[in-house]
């Protein structure tokens, strides 16, 4: 049972243009929703993260929606760059908020392509 | 700057030998480090809870015995891959569970990662 679903698993986007990543979960004990960008041979790099009592968050050009009734939440990256092109990874983890957070469950992945 | 290391960042080995890869926290103290296996084009997949002064908890299906994790102090844990098999060729990735200075609440710190290739 996968308790992470991610969409697109590949994703094509013109610079310039928005690129949106989707995810859903399934367990509502789940309370900390990171976002990781990982370029070929190196290790996942935090991007963006947020928590349940927010429903959104932006830095810099990435933004992070958050539905909580829906089990949703989704990244935006705007004004897209070819340097954006890399595999980006949604995860959601438990005991965030009280300090003693555990594994991160990953989604598959998008690999997102920005052309120039 | 990186926050976690590992050491190598790529290993080439016979079969038949034990590879050791090390995870190093560098700007805090982990209590809780975990270890991720990558196959191309896939996601992280958890092996293993490491935490300082106890033995790690296996995910479901992770081998103890060819995947030993020594977490021996707050800022190192080593993954040994004993009598190493091609099929053991992966991407190993470390994390550190931890807080930098002024940074927000405990996060997951990805180590570089370590491509184990085995002849």
């Known amino acids: 049972q996968q308790q992470v679903k991610q969409s697109p698993q590949s994703l094509i986007v013109q610079k310039g243009g928005i690129s949106i990543i989707n995810c859903a979960y399934e367990?509502?004990?789940?309370?900390?929703f990171p976002w990781y960008q990982q370029f070929p041979g190196k290790g996942p790099a935090l991007l963006i993260a947020i928590r349940p009592d927010v429903s959104e968050k932006k830095e810099g050009r990435f933004t992070i929606s958050f539905n909580k009734s829906a089990k949703q939440f989704s990244l935006h990256i705007m004004d897209s760059q070819p340097g954006d092109s890399a595999t980006y990874f949604c995860a959601a983890s438990k005991g965030f908020l009280v300090g003693s957070q555990g594994n991160l469950i990953f989604g598959k992945g998008t690999k997102l392509s920005v052309k120039p | 700057g990186a926050v976690v290391s590992q050491h190598p960042s790529r290993v080439i080995c016979k079969s038949g030998t034990s590879v050791k890869i090390e995870c190093r926290s560098l700007?805090?103290?982990?209590?809780?480090m975990f270890w991720y296996r990558q196959f191309p084009k896939k996601s992280l997949m958890l092996m293993a809870t490491s935490n300082e002064g106890s033995k790690a908890t296996y995910e479901q299906g992770v081998e103890k015995d060819k995947f030993l994790i020594n977490h021996a102090s707050l800022t190192l844990s080593t993954l040994t891959v004993t009598s190493a098999h091609p099929e053991d060729s992966s991407f190993y990735i470390c994390s550190a569970l931890g807080r930098l200075a002024g940074g927000p609440g405990d996060t997951q710190y990805f180590g570089p990662g370590t491509r184990l290739t085995v002849l």
């Open positions: 700007d805090f103290q982990a209590t809780t």
């Open positions: 367990n509502t004990a789940f309370d900390y």
